[in-house]
Nanobody, 122 residues
């Protein structure tokens, strides 16, 4: 069993930056693919980006060039660095983990955090 806890959300002005963290416990994440997702009010949850066990990354077009995912396996933590934030980035951000053999991940994520709110003011 893997427990994921996100942190680092908050209120930021448009153009600003935030770094979200996703700390795992219960099992090492070394072999897991990790994903970041977000859900805005009244909208479906959407994919933001993912990182493979070897740190290969994949991003949604809407965040490409602005967001960066990284992982620190020694700390069992994954990060989402967000820059040039826009009001449309406002959402609850979730991290997720899956022991996926293929890349890009093509199976449902097994473990999810509780989410952290990011609000970008204009």
């Amino acid at each position: 069993q893997v427990q994921l806890v996100e942190s680092g959300g908050g209120l930021v002005q448009a153009g600003g930056s935030l770094r979200l963290s996703c700390a795992a416990s219960g099992r090492t994440l070394r072999s897991y693919a990790m994903g970041w997702f977000r859900q805005a009010p009244g909208k479906e949850r959407e994919f933001v980006g993912s990182i493979r066990w070897n740190s290969d990354t994949l991003y949604a077009d809407s965040v490409k060039g602005r967001f960066t995912i990284s992982r620190d396996n020694a700390r069992n933590t994954v990060y989402l660095q967000m820059t040039s934030l826009k009001p449309e980035d406002t959402a609850v951000y979730y991290c997720a983990a899956v022991a996926a053999p293929r890349w890009p991940v093509d199976v449902p994520y097994d473990y999810w955090g509780q989410g952290t709110q990011v609000t970008v003011s204009s």
